[in-house]
């Protein structure tokens, strides 16, 4: 029903991997985000006219350390509650 699509964690000498988040005709820039530790994008999934991409992900250029990011990404699904007679 709901996605996460990246909820950074960490992200340290790396250039790119910009979030952008389109209309239905998957050109229309609704949402376009360089999303740093602690941030993510929530958005609807499940018959959902938004479309998610990324854009690609390198070592910064003058770097002495390895690029990192680390994130999560998970999907949401919401159920039906039960009710307490049916839960036995």
Known sequence: DFIVSA???ERSNVVG???RVFGPD???EI???T???GQGIFQADARSPLWHDVTP???APNATEPGVRNLFGFDIHVLDPVAPDEAR
Request: aromatic letters at 0%; glycine letters at 6%; proline letters at 6%.
């Open 17 to 19: 991997g910009t979030s």
């Open 57 to 59: 992900l390198v070592v």
């Open 26 to 28: 998957k050109k229309t």
């Open 7 to 9: 909820l950074v964690l």
């Open 35 to 37: 999303l740093q530790p």
């Open 31 to 33: 949402v376009e985000v």
